[in-house]
């Protein structure tokens, strides 16, 4: 069955640290892979996306993502964190074909130590 | 450029009474969506518009919500009679014409507490 797993619940960091957040995806052929973040009270705004080509992907606040093929995984990092980047992180993939609905994952909460 | 609008942002109501929300997506965004959030979850899709009619409404419960975008620019999401577990974040997302990605824009959100 196709689906999207983001397997950390909750992830704890310190402010300067670094982050890493899992998303791994069960899809026939390679999706569409976004990362959307959402603040406490807010809706979710894109991060970044991945189409084609280049694996590593840039996005806003200083966000990267990698894609592997071979894990089927499409990991969001960011080399220090803030105390601004507290919250709720989602991984959506989006099928190819079809009606281009994006399926979300569960969402992993950010929580910045001092 | 405004974004997606949607009102009201929060609602508390007592089970068996009716609901609704409202969304104006970005201008110019044909297609619209709505989601469900349950507090710890993802959201999930609900119904999906392009225009004016619906392309995907496999997963909204039939019996008690209903959707409409009449004029293929702002929609309404209706609950009637709300549940319990209906309590959740109600979010509208829009998407621009063109060639589909799957990128959306979303709103805010609508709070809904059912008592």
């Known amino acids: 069955a196709q689906s999207v797993t983001q397997p950390d619940i909750h992830i704890t960091v310190s402010e300067g640290a670094s982050l890493e957040l899992r998303c791994n995806y069960s899809?026939?052929?390679?999706?569409?892979l976004f990362w959307y973040v959402q603040s406490p009270g807010q809706g979710l705004q894109l991060l970044l996306k991945?189409?084609?080509?280049?694996?590593l992907v840039q996005g806003i606040k200083g966000f990267e993502a990698e894609f592997k093929r071979s894990q089927s995984s499409f990991n969001l990092r960011k080399p220090s964190v803030h105390w601004s980047d507290a919250a709720e992180y989602f991984c959506?993939?989006?099928?190819?074909?079809?009606?281009?609905?994006?399926?979300f994952g569960r969402g992993t909460s950010l929580i910045v130590h001092p | 450029e405004a974004g997606v609008a949607q009102s009201p942002r929060y609602k508390i109501i007592e089970k068996r009474q009716s609901v609704a929300f409202w969304c104006n997506p970005i201008?110019?965004?044909?297609?619209l969506y709505w989601y469900q959030q349950i507090l710890g979850q993802g959201p999930k899709l609900l119904i999906q518009?392009?225009?004016?009619?619906?392309?995907?409404d496999s997963q909204l419960p039939k019996d008690r919500f209903s959707a409409e975008r009449l004029k293929g620019v702002d929609s309404t999401l209706k609950i009637q009679p709300a549940k319990l577990e209906d309590s959740a974040v109600y979010l509208c997302?829009?998407?621009?014409?063109?060639?589909?990605?799957?990128?959306?824009?979303f709103g805010e959100g609508s709070r809904l507490t059912v008592l």
């Open positions: 997302a829009s998407s621009p014409s063109g060639t589909p990605t799957g990128e959306l824009f």
């Open positions: 899809y026939g052929a390679t999706p569409y």
């Open positions: 991945y189409f084609s080509g280049d694996t």
């Open positions: 959506a993939v989006v099928p190819l074909g079809g009606s281009y609905i994006p399926t």
């Open positions: 201008s110019g965004h044909a297609t």
């Open positions: 518009f392009q225009n004016n009619g619906v392309v995907d």
